[in-house]
């Protein structure tokens, strides 16, 4: 029997590490078919939060909704090495301890790398446990694993040798703090203070100049060239003559080239081909000299002349006094413009000319488009119109820097000897061989998820079972990061897509609609909310508020009442326990009018519900569960049904719905439902995440009893409202005589 009274942290406590170790979650059953889901692997960088609360009990939903539908359902989990975020995170660790990362040596820090990743893994688990998720942790996985690692250097040796992979000199985002290269998907653009600079450009053997604008004054001394478009009449005579570059006083081409907008600024534009991508471009049409002015550190080089040493924008001051003391600055314009900087450090990324190891996306991102067209074979999103996000991204993406200077991670499976460059899956046997030392980008092995996980590139029972996945839950922010990487890769290593549907959630924002911050001091810990009020009101709360793809408010009154919710069904539980007690079997064969009427409620809930639950809108299951559940089984059945109290139908009626009522709840709320469905005095299996999920039984469909039974409900509804528009006083006349009278018709039913 329940307790008296819900108890969220009771009903939860002990539950999880009971189905761990009976095994509810390790899929196998090569008698049922097969569905599989991999996690999105949370890094190992610290804590979950609340976003992936929300993504993993959507997952976890999906999971034990087929489990209980007859599936062999795979729920793969987890972790990401998250080479920059980590290694940031190390680095800090370290600094706080007074270690220095290159005193260590690569093998030293990979070791104090190795013993972070063991302790947040650890802390993720604890999470994932409290939550509730049907893991199947038999297969658990981690980017950086021996497995992974093969995979990440199969693929690396294969693009090499196929020339999709290729080592080359390009203006790439680089961080000064971190002193590694950045893919634009991890430079988050900022709205700063700035100002444009106005400098002239001396005609060389003239008085007249140029007068050129730029944001980046300490870059002058890698100018090899002013541009001016060959089409602009105040200038196109000029080209092939040279201008003075200031400060240095070094002769400088002017060039024609269509990069120098006539209608913005002055229309004259000067060309640093090292420390600008444009630049860089213009520099390789007109074979200009790529000259680099800056160290990894951001600081000035011997190319800035006495300038060398300085910060970066310590030698933007200097060098604007100095150009005004020469009387060569114009003015200063000031405004405000968007500026790369790192997603981890936080610093200003610096466009920089590197030597780096790229992936020409021309072929992979061919596939995607073309993959997209067919309809049996193509990734659907949900909603639909994500897709766009993915076609957007497919049709104009550039190559890929995956070269980062770290030492966590997968290291380039790339040897050098002179000019000699050595790639292959082991070492060369021959000596005189450096390995490179940098690490690959984090989405190259995150790219291969949902098939490195299951053994690829051997051939694995898991693979062909499992593989492609059924489905992947993300949220709308990561598509171009990591969604697309996943397409591209899978279809050209496996000739498959990755997963069949792709379901997008939103972000959660906090009740005033804000994105949740540390700056903003508006985050919410997850794990605090289940302290408060348990596991199942959060899970119900953040997947039921929200229609896919949209943005979510966390508020806290929500999660309250979804407290109540659940204390409202704990209750009616109780009262259909304590009197059928006695039931040992079902017995159906004397059905009251209102029993038929809570069936036939019960299974057009039941045919909806399922219908939303395959199309995941888990907020319409919701609304539909809570309406049946609080209105028609407590509310209006439970009361009517206490006249047969004594039928063996009805007590039938009463176990049959409320097993189905949980099982139904049950992936949305796992602990609770678990409680209940071992108090049943009549059920269908040891625990309730290997029952059969409810069906719809047409025979159960009674139109006429539902239709006279929905008119009485709103017969003595219409009665009670007149009674309170009117101010009719309790034992008043005629109306109150009727309405007993009615009390009495309707209990019969």
Known sequence: MLDKKYDHIKV??????????????????????????????????????????????????????????????????????????TEVKVVDRLKKEGINKRDLGREGFLSKAWEWKDEYAKTIRSQWAKLGLALD????????????????????VKYYNEGIIYRGERIINWDPVQKTALSNEEVIYKDIPGAFYHIKYFIEGSDKYLEVATTRPETLFGDTAVAVNPDDDRYNKLIGKNVILPIVNKPIPIVGDPHADIEFGT?????????DPNDFEVGNRHNLERIVVMNEDATMN??????????????RDALIRDLKEEGLLIKIEEMTHSVGHSE?????????????????????????????????NKVNFI???????????????????????????HQIPAWYKGDKVYVGKESPKEEGWTRDEDVLDTWFSSALW?????????????????????????????IFFWVCRMVFQSLKLTGKRPFKDCLIHGLIRDKEGRKMSKSLGNGVDPMDVIDNYGADSLRWFITTNSAPGQDLRYDEDKVKSTWNFINKIWNA????????????????????SSDKWILTKLNKTIKSVRKNMDKYDFNVVGNELYKFIWEDFCDTYIEYSKVSSDNISTKSCLILVLTDIIKMLHPFMPYVTDEIYNSLPVKDSENIILSSYPKYNKDMIYKEDEKEIDILIEVISKLRNLKADNNIPKGFGLINKFEEEYKDIMLKY
Not at 267 to 275: M, S
Not at 383 to 409: A, V, Y
Not at 573 to 592: A, C, G
């Open 573 to 592: 539980s109780r009262y259909v326990l304590m009197n059928t007690e006695d039931l040992k079997e079902i017995d159906l064969s004397n059905l009251t």
């Open 12 to 85: 939860e406590e002990g539950k999880y590490a009971s189905w761990v170790k009976h095994n509810y979650f390790k899929a196998g059953d090569l008698t049922k078919e097969a569905f599989s889901i991999v996690i999105p692997p949370p890094n190992v960088t610290g804590k979950l939060h609340l976003g992936h609360a929300w993504d993993t009990t959507l997952q976890d939903i999906i999971i034990r909704y087929k489990k209980m539908d007859g599936y062999d359902a795979l729920w793969l989990p987890g972790m990401d090495h998250a080479a920059i975020a």
């Open 137 to 156: 942790y038999s297969r658990e996985r981690f980017t950086l694993d021996e497995g992974l690692n093969d995979a990440v250097n199969e693929v690396f």
């Open 383 to 409: 909603p639909e119109r994500f897709e766009k996000i993915l076609t957007n991204w497919m049709s104009d993406c550039h190559d890929w820097c995956i070269s980062r200077q770290l030492w966590w991670g």
């Open 302 to 315: 011997s190319n800035a002349g006495k300038y060398a040493g300085m910060d970066r924008f310590e030698c």
């Open 267 to 275: 229309g004259v534009v000067k060309i640093t081909p090292a420390h």
């Open 450 to 478: 949902p098939f490195s996980t299951l053994g690829w590139p051997n051939k694995t029972d898991d693979l062909d079972r499992y593989f492609p996945n059924d489905v992947l839950v993300t949220g709308y922010d990561i």
């Open 344 to 376: 981890r450090t936080g610093v200003m990324v610096e466009p920089y000319l590197s030597k780096q190891w790229f992936v020409n996306m021309k072929e992979l991102s061919k596939n995607v488009l073309e993959n997209q067209k067919d309809k049996d």
